[in-house]
């Protein structure tokens, strides 16, 4: 069960957009539609961003994106805000009927 | 409105237990998976177990397995973690979440272990 690798950190101006990846294997992330994403701001509890790779739940803002290639998700968000700055975590599904988090990036909006 | 509160968090001695609770309200929580997520100080999400909404399988992360459980009381709508032989690194805030097979789409607001001697 080893966490998900993520770019400890990204950044980009005011009305940008960048990407996070998520990178796994097989057995989690290129194996299974059940790829999600959390934002979570500094003492905050984690908000749902996107599940099943590419849909997002009622009321989330469709500047935030998600998408797949192989054993790699990734969110993008465009038009970048001030407000996007937080902690992003991708999850997945496992082989072993579990789920398995990345480690997290901090993004930073210059 | 849906709504997770867990209970249960505190200081204890390393090799103690704990049980944490999470009480469910404003959704049919007996038709739900739930799961437990931890989040270390200053650290990343960390997966740690689910129940099916019947409770008739659960599902452990390596770092736990052997030591916590999760329960559910689906008359109660109310989630549980028995947490044995507790470890430092088990220092945690715990939160309870819903899994409606589209991520997890809410959370409660987390309660604090610290183990500690």
């Known amino acids: 069960q080893s966490a998900l690798t993520q770019p400890a950190s990204v950044s980009g101006s005011p009305g940008q957009s960048i990407t996070i990846s998520c990178t796994g294997t097989?057995?989690?992330?290129?194996?299974?539609?059940?790829v999600s994403w959390y934002q979570q701001h500094p003492g905050k509890v984690p908000k749902l961003l996107i599940y099943?790779?590419?849909n997002r739940p009622s009321g989330v803002s469709n500047r935030f994106s998600g998408s797949k290639s192989g054993n790699t998700a990734s969110l993008t968000i465009s038009g970048l805000q001030a407000e996007d700055e937080a902690d992003y975590y991708c999850?997945?599904?496992?082989?072993?009927?579990?789920?398995?988090f990345g480690g997290g990036t901090k993004l930073t909006v210059l | 409105q849906v709504q997770l509160v867990e209970s249960g968090g505190g200081v204890v001695q390393p090799g103690r237990s704990l049980r944490l609770s999470c009480a469910a309200s404003?959704?049919?929580?007996?038709?739900?998976?739930m799961h437990w997520v931890r989040q270390a100080p200053g650290k990343g999400l960390e997966w740690v177990a689910v129940?099916?909404?019947?409770?008739?399988?659960?599902y452990y992360a390596d770092s736990v397995k052997g030591r916590f459980t999760i329960s559910r009381d689906n008359s109660k709508d109310t989630l549980f973690l028995q947490m044995n032989s507790l470890r430092a690194e088990d220092t945690a805030i715990y939160y309870c979440?819903?899994?409606?097979?589209?991520?997890?789409?809410?959370w409660g607001q987390g309660t604090l272990v610290t183990v500690s001697s």
């Open positions: 097989s057995s989690d992330v290129g194996g299974y539609k059940y």
């Open positions: 404003g959704f049919t929580f007996s038709t739900y998976g």
């Open positions: 099943d790779v590419t």
């Open positions: 979440t819903r899994d409606p097979e589209a991520g997890f789409d809410y």
């Open positions: 129940i099916w909404f019947d409770g008739s399988n659960e």
């Open positions: 999850s997945s599904y496992t082989s072993s009927s579990t789920w398995v």
